[in-house]
């Protein structure tokens, strides 16, 4: 007699899960098709797309990179792809993509600037990165001076002597406090450096150099242009800006009546200013308050305002972070028996940066691409560049080309400043 049983007593082996719910079909499904309106908005932007490639892959495609003018370039495409085609001329770039990198800089000075571009990233690096050791951050602290003396050349010893109004402003700092006062010590910290630096630093650095003259061939500022221009005008305001923006942002809440009126006034009135006029004031207006005879750097000028721009903004950044925190955590920081600054440096500041990383690198990537307004007022950026190229006879009326590549570097710089924010956004969420 046969046993029949209604338990099973061999498991069956796993079936493979249906194709419609795995792999690319599944992620399309959901992502792409979930419902008749995703669907149609799928579809159109799969037409855009192909619409847009079809368009521009043949005149990518079909192009010249040997070629010395437009006139040869567009014989070379018809001669090779037939007699409608049209393609890219690639050949512009080629011929002259040092002048788009370095403007007018000596050629045979272009491994100064590709040097201060190296030493750049290995100061940034224990900056932006934990894992490189700290004791690097003692030549992020004087690369500055190094890259200015890369770049302009000149006698070594006026880096050196500008360097030195830091450490004056550090003694005064922490030497006299206790002879004049906290409030003494910030007012010497600060007078006593321009001091320095306005009468004495030239003289005695010109003086050192008599002695022992080493030193680099002086280039002029006029020689700058290209993406060198706009990389050490975006840079130097980066920089610059942030803790400018912070010490604002600090003294806009500050409870001091004439710093905070002060602070108020400078970032209502910057950021009521269009970006361009102070452009012009820094190019054409400011030799006017100056003494006669006197020579102030046309990119140094424009340096300062478009750091001075970008502080009022960077100010209002932070202040909005300073805003957002729980006012415990002000109150956990007095508990903890803080002074201002202490909590301002160990509590306070870092949470108000974390919620402000996005607005910030936001503030950073505008004000690299707000660089291509020097060419306005005469300085050879990559667009003031790629003006003169096509003024050449041989380069007239090539315009795709020289935008493209532009285009092409600015996106590299500004999509890195974004991945490196969200690489650090990551890093520092806590919450869940």
Not at 26 to 44: G, P, Q
Not at 322 to 339: F, S, T, V
Not at 376 to 402: F, K
Request: charged share 10%.
């Amino acid at each position: 007699m046969s046993d029949v049983s209604y338990v099973r007593t061999k498991m069956l082996d796993e079936m493979a899960p249906p194709v419609s719910q795995v792999g690319p079909i599944r992620w399309a499904r959901e992502n792409l098709f979930s419902s008749v309106t995703n669907s149609v908005l799928t579809l159109l932007a799969i037409w855009f797309i192909y619409s847009l490639l079809a368009a521009t892959l043949p005149w990518i495609v079909f192009s010249s990179f040997s070629a010395n003018s437009l006139g040869e370039c567009r014989t070379a495409i018809r001669d090779a792809y037939g007699a409608d085609a049209t393609g890219a001329c690639w050949s512009v770039i080629r011929e002259r993509y040092l002048q788009l990198l370095f403007g007018f800089y000596p050629s045979e000075s272009y491994w100064r600037p590709i040097l201060a571009l190296v030493l750049m990233l290995v100061a940034i690096g224990p900056i932006l990165f934990e894992g490189l050791p700290r004791k690097m951050l003692i030549f992020s602290g004087l690369y500055p001076f190094v890259g200015f003396f890369l770049l302009w050349g000149g006698t070594v010893w006026l880096p050196v002597t500008i360097l030195l109004g830091f450490v004056i402003a550090y003694f005064a700092t922490t030497m006299l406090g206790k002879v004049i006062g906290s409030l003494g010590a910030v007012i010497a910290a600060i007078l006593l450096p321009v001091i320095w630096w306005l009468f004495l630093a030239g003289p005695v650095a010109y003086g050192l150099h008599a002695i022992v003259p080493i030193g680099l061939v002086p280039i002029e500022s006029a020689r700058f242009g290209g993406f060198l221009l706009s990389i050490v005008i975006g840079v130097t305001g980066i920089v610059l800006s942030l803790p400018i923006g912070v010490l604002l942002a600090l003294g806009r809440r500050s409870d001091l009546f004439v710093v905070r009126t002060i602070c108020i006034g400078f970032i209502e009135f910057i950021r009521g200013v269009p970006l361009i006029t102070l452009l012009f004031v820094a190019s054409t207006l400011l030799n006017y308050f100056l003494p006669p005879g006197t020579t102030f750097d046309i990119v140094l000028r424009v340096m300062i305002m478009v750091t001075l721009f970008s502080s009022a903004y960077m100010a209002e950044v932070i202040r909005g972070g300073l805003a957002a925190l729980p006012r415990g955590q002000y109150e956990a920081a007095n508990a903890l028996g803080m002074d201002y600054w202490k909590s301002m440096r160990l509590i306070i500041m870092p949470q108000a940066l974390k919620i402000s990383i996005p607005s910030i690198v936001g503030i950073f990537i505008g004000l690299f691409k707000d660089t291509t307004l020097v060419s306005i007022i005469g300085l050879m950026d990559p667009l003031g560049l790629s003006t003169a190229i096509r003024a050449n006879a041989a380069w007239n009326g090539i315009v795709w080309e020289l935008y493209g590549f532009i285009a092409l570097m600015f996106f590299i710089f500004c999509f890195s400043m974004s991945r490196y924010s969200m690489y650090l956004e990551r890093k520092l969420q806590t919450g869940h």
